[in-house]
């Protein structure tokens, strides 16, 4: 008999991971985990889980059918269960007003509606998406104004997980945070939440505030994160103008400890599902309350990464020659970073782009995401072949192009793979990853990003 039921309603990224760590460190909670898409829920009962996450396979392979269920039937959960978490995704606006901006609510509003029609009792609903400021409100008239005479409490309780160390992350956040009305039944919600993360974080981690500015906190977290990003990007630009070193750079600048070191990884800008939606969401929010300099302020953050990938691909063709045409080019990675499986929003996709409409032949390999590759490139078909092994990719290629921070990128044989390619041959190294002069030394001519290249061409 379990002391309290937590549904979990979107099993993606988050919340999978999410519910799998609260399962294993609350054995007396049921934890149940609900999705709209079959296949997904299949794979989360399966051997092969639907997301590659170190150590993720251990804690729901320890807790899965213990007190984590994974299941597509919504409805008679939400009845059944006293918490309810929303992890649904909340991707950018495609259409209507605040296009290409805005964040796209209408999963989250169906779901507030899914809850309000299976629930016979008041329930806790917990905002776990990253949600625009003031979500709440409206998440609250929807299911308050019932006429079944109950009471939901809306809490905003953002998710800081990074992918590939989601569960590390998760195990020993910096930081819970949880949001919730100065009500005593909004105080009553918050102690309850409070009480499930208590059991495995220390209790001054978890800090509490209110609603909307829980809400907000999220939304600033990650613009501040991809700020850092391309503030350290532009730097690079200009490096590699003036032969400063950015490596050189980050390490000064970081050793101050009011900047900090994490960061000022300078590459070929930043990928993945959230930086750029949640930050153009922050721009458009405030447009919307009129404060256009603070919009204008964040939104240059984005351009910028756009800037910095349109640049890299510019110096890997100004290097080939001025033609990539007709070239066989090997492109090591595809995921937004090492350690996912994940292709959302990679700097990848556009260099890939880019390069094809400059008509080269590219040969892609990633260890994690090979599956991910095809649906992302699906206007370029027959112009890229997704490749089982770097020695494959590299064979009879002109360039190779470091597009992800895969620790194995580093332990590979270069002067096998240089053997087999085309000459002269390029490294491209859009992480800064490699070991540039040994790569020199086996005879390739190396680019780098803010640092002058070896090149053994004149
Ligand atoms: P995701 O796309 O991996 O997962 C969302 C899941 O919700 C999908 O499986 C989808 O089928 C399901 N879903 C959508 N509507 C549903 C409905 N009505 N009923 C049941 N299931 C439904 O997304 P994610 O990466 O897990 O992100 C979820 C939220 O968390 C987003 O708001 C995101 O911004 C935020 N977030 C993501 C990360 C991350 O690392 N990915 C980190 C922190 C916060
Ligand atoms: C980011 C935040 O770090 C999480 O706290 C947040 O919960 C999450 O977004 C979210 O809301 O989805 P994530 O996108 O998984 O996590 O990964 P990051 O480690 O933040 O990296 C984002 C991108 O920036 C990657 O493409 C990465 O390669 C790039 N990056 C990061 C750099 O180019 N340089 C750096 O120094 C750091």
Redo the contacts with the bound molecule.
């Keep these: 008999m379990f002391r309290k039921t937590i549904l979990c309603?979107?099993?993606?990224?988050?919340?999978g991971p999410t519910m799998a760590v609260i399962a294993k460190h609350c054995p007396e909670y049921k934890v149940v985990v609900?999705?709209?898409?079959p296949k997904?829920i299949a794979q989360w009962q399966s051997d092969k889980l639907p997301i590659y996450e170190p150590g993720l396979d251990e804690v729901v392979f320890a807790t899965r059918n213990r007190n984590l269920f994974f299941s597509t039937d919504?409805d008679s959960h939400i009845e059944s269960s006293d918490i309810i978490f929303v992890?649904?995704?909340?991707p950018t606006k495609t259409f209507g007003q605040g296009a290409g901006k805005a964040a796209d609510l209408q999963?989250w509003e169906?779901?507030a509606r899914?809850i309000l029609k299976n629930s016979s009792t008041g329930k806790i609903v917990v905002e776990?998406?990253?949600?625009p400021v003031r979500t709440a409100a409206a998440m609250e008239r929807i299911l308050n104004s019932n006429e079944k005479g109950i009471h939901f409490d809306v809490l905003s309780n953002?998710?800081?997980?990074?992918?590939g160390t989601?569960i590390a992350d998760l195990e020993s956040p910096d930081r819970i945070l949880v949001g919730a009305r100065n009500t005593d039944s909004g105080q009553n919600a918050l102690e309850q939440i409070v009480e499930i993360y208590a059991h495995w974080t220390p209790r001054e981690k978890i800090i509490t505030s209110n609603v909307w500015s829980s809400e907000l906190s999220?939304l600033v977290a990650n613009a501040f994160l991809a700020q850092r990003v391309s503030s350290i990007n532009t730097i690079s630009a200009l490096c590699e103008k003036t032969n400063a070193d950015i490596e050189e750079v980050s390490r000064a600048i970081g050793m101050d400890s009011r900047i900090g070191p994490k960061f000022l990884k300078a590459g070929v800008g930043f990928g993945?599902?959230?930086f750029k939606?949640?930050i153009l969401n922050l721009a458009y929010i405030a447009e919307t309350y009129g404060l256009t300099e603070v919009s204008r302020y964040w939104e240059q953050v984005v351009e910028i990464n756009s800037y910095q990938q349109d640049r890299f691909v510019r110096i890997i063709v100004n290097s080939m020659f001025n033609t990539v045409a007709g070239k066989k080019i090997a492109l090591f990675g595809f995921a937004f970073k090492a350690d996912t499986g994940?292709t959302r929003e990679s700097p990848a996709i556009s260099i890939a782009q880019s390069l094809m409409d400059e008509r080269a032949v590219l040969s892609i390999y990633d260890p994690k995401a090979s599956e991910g590759i095809t649906p992302e490139l699906v206007d370029y078909e027959g112009r890229f072949s997704v490749e089982h092994s770097p020695v494959s990719a590299a064979d009879g290629a002109h360039a190779i192009i470091i597009a992800t921070d895969w620790a194995e990128f580093r332990d590979y044989d270069y002067s096998a793979i240089f053997e087999k390619m085309e000459k002269p041959a390029f490294i491209f190294d859009g992480r800064n990853i490699l070991d540039h002069q040994k790569l020199y030394e086996i005879g390739f001519s190396v680019h780098r990003i803010g640092r002058p290249p070896l090149s053994r061409l004149a």
């Design positions: 309603i979107g099993a993606g990224y988050v919340g609900v999705d709209i898409n997904r919504v992890s649904v995704n909340t999963y169906k779901t899914q776990k998406s990253t949600l953002p998710e800081f997980l990074a992918e989601a999220k993945g599902s959230c939606k949640d994940d």
